[in-house]
T-cell receptor, first 112, second 112 residues
Framework: DAGITQSPRHKVTETGTPVTLRCHQT?????MYWYRQDPGHGLRLIHY???????DKGEVSDGYSVSRSKTEDFLLTLESATSSQTSVYFC???????????FGPGTRLTVT | AQSVTQLDSQVPVFEEAPVELRCNYS??????LFWYVQYPNQGLQLLLK????STLVESINGFEAEFNKSQTSFHLRKPSVHISDTAEYFC??????????WGAGTKLIIKP
């Protein structure tokens, strides 16, 4: 258990509204990730961070932005939610020695 | 790694029968290899990994995987499955750049 929490765990929102998902870790890991999981696609990387204020895009970053103002928090924002962003979102951290990633419990987001 | 392929989206198998879940990757450099498991309605957790050394790695619940460099494969096997092994299994590869490339996942379906 890498002490990763995500909030909210479930959210239903309407198309066009902004949404922010929060990932919080308690162990000072440098690398943090946001993924989305959809049937048949496995995990797809949205954005990742390699330090405070240091972030980079993943393979499916369009429509998403992130911020990391503190080591422990990594925020994912959907500026204007669309139905195609209905998904389960996972946050993860990486142990830099073992290269293992540890995952949060996930956020189920439904955009109506 | 350029890509990770899990050829089987679903693998049905009878309880107590052996199973193999296939994973192939494409990469021209040294890689680290992982299998993660996701039980129904849960997050992902590490099952086993290969970083270096012996090409055969084992998990605590009877799974094993063998790294085959010439065939660029990391297949997951278990000699006798149990109903509790019902889950989705994901293969992932890292080229040491702190990112994982994920396969699409294989659902293991255990038939009584």
């Amino acid at each position: 258990d890498a002490g990763i929490t995500q909030s909210p765990r479930h959210k239903v929102t309407e198309t066009g509204t902004p949404v922010t998902l929060r990932c919080h870790q308690t162990e000072n890991h440098r690398y943090m990730y946001w993924y989305r999981q959809d049937p048949g696609h496995g995990l797809r990387l949205i954005h990742y961070s390699y330090g405070v204020k240091d972030t980079d895009k993943g393979e499916v970053s369009d429509g998403y932005s992130v911020s990391r103002s503190k080591t422990e928090d990594f925020l994912l924002t959907l500026e204007s939610a669309t139905s195609s962003q209905t998904s389960v979102y996972f946050c993860a951290i990486m142990d830099q020695i073992s290269y293992e990633q540890y995952f949060g419990p996930g956020t189920r987001l439904t955009v109506t | 790694a350029q890509s990770v392929t899990q050829l089987d989206s679903q693998v049905p198998v009878f309880e107590e029968a052996p199973v193999e879940l296939r994973c192939n990757y494409s990469s021209s450099v040294s890689v680290y290899l992982f299998w993660y498991v996701q039980y129904p309605n849960q997050g992902l957790q590490l099952l086993l990994k290969y970083l270096s050394g012996s090409t055969l790695v084992e998990s605590i619940n009877g799974f094993e995987a063998e790294f085959n460099k010439s065939q660029t494969s990391f297949h997951l096997r278990k000699p006798s499955v149990h109903i509790s092994d019902t889950a989705e299994y994901f293969c992932a590869v890292s080229e040491s750049n702190y990112q994982l490339i994920w396969g699409a996942g294989t659902k293991l379906i255990i038939k009584p």
